[in-house]
């Protein structure tokens, strides 16, 4: 099929269970001659995606509060984090990004670079999103679920951008490999997918998300900082993904958050505090709302490791707070992220301290800053 006196090379071969496929330079004579064929389902035009935009600011941390209480509280640098004492122990959270800093202190060895789709690129975070994005998912003092495996598979480059082929090989890789693991009982682990990343659609990225999907792993995704419904971007947009919108200290939908029926729920992501790069930093994107949801996520899954994707969907959505977020845009869920199931009593505390260092006060409770 291809012409060998061109330059049309195969880049990416995409193999995993219910999505097969490839990406490669091909002239527009050929990729139309692919497109007519008829053992050809799809063929679009690679195209580039992009981190949710972030800005920085400095208002006192808050999300972790507010996913733990059915209210806003008064005070949020006051308020404890409750959450389930497995910390999500046990899972595995792709953090499909820029890539992550794995030497930060606050990873303390649980983060590690599992794979690389950007072309002459080094293996390590060079923007510092990503970074951002895993310790909001599971660094010690900022995370979610404190005890989660971080993974990171970089498919965004210094300057946060990164093709549909690249996202759909790692997409692809991830899905493999999940599969070999869950095929050796010994090395079996749930996973979770967070992509706080977002483009044009792109039906061949929907399919992947949904080939992911099938094979048990939750994907989690930014629902896109374009004010706009997030059914009209990838892969926000997709049948299997779940996106994320973004709300802000006093509840209310961030003005630049996507709306709309493709949007599952809210979560805190403004002027979030996390790890970035060698230090830490505040940033405010639906990127940072995401990955709150995919700690949740890992949470559930800890306690509930052979639930299936649309179980742990379906846990998300129905412990989440109604009712609480204003402004949520048309067609959106007025749902809001809670970390703990109805009726779980099995939680740690994780509440500030003046002296602002790590301090145990009993087995079964653990007290460190927020």
């Not at 949470?299 to 639930?307: G, T």
């Not at 977020?325 to 500030?352: K, M, T």
Request: aromatic share 6%; proline share 6%.
């Amino acid at each position: 099929m291809l012409d060998p006196s061109t330059t049309e090379v195969i880049t990416h071969i995409y193999q995993s269970s219910g999505f097969k496929g490839f990406a490669a330079h091909l002239s527009s004579r050929t990729a139309l001659t692919l497109a007519q064929n008829d053992n050809v389902a799809h063929v679009e035009q690679d195209q580039i995606y992009t981190i949710s935009a972030t800005s920085q600011s400095s208002p006192p941390n808050w999300g972790l509060a507010r996913i733990c209480n059915r209210e806003k509280p008064n005070g949020f640098f006051d308020v404890n984090y409750n959450y389930d004492s497995k910390a999500g122990e046990g899972v595995d959270v792709y953090v499909v990004d820029t890539g992550i800093n794995v030497a930060h202190p606050e990873f303390k060895n649980k983060a590690k670079m599992v794979g690389n789709f950007i072309q002459d690129s080094p293996n390590m975070d060079e923007n510092g999103h990503g970074t951002h994005v895993a310790g909001i998912i599971g660094s010690s003092s900022y995370g979610v679920a404190k005890k989660v495996n971080l993974l990171g598979v970089k498919v965004l480059d210094a300057g946060g951008s990164g093709s549909t082929s690249g996202i759909i090989a790692a997409l692809d890789f991830i899905v493999q490999t999940v599969i070999k693991q869950k095929a050796n009982a010994a090395n079996a682990r749930p996973a979770v997918i967070n992509m706080s990343l977002g483009g044009s659609p792109s039906r061949a990225l929907d399919n992947a998300v949904t080939s992911a999907f099938r094979a048990n792993i939750p994907v989690i995704v930014a629902a896109g900082n374009e004010a706009q419904d997030a059914c009209g971007v990838s892969p926000a947009g997709g049948p299997e993904a779940f996106a994320v919108g973004n709300s802000n200290i006093d509840d209310v939908r961030h003005r630049s958050s996507n709306y709309g029926k493709c949007v599952r729920l809210f979560a805190p992501g403004s002027n979030i505090l996390s790890t970035y790069k060698n230090d830490v930093a505040k940033l405010t994107g639906t990127s940072m709302a995401s990955p709150h949801v995919a700690g949740v996520a890992a949470l559930f899954l800890s306690n509930n490791p052979h639930i299936s994707s649309g179980e742990v969907y379906d846990m998300l959505m129905s412990s989440a707070t109604p009712g609480q977020v204003s402004n949520i845009g048309p067609n959106s869920p007025n749902l809001l992220l809670y970390n703990i199931p109805r009726g779980s009593s099995d939680f740690v505390e994780y509440a500030p301290r003046p002296e602002g260092k790590s301090i145990d006060s009993t087995p079964s409770w653990l007290q460190v800053p927020l």
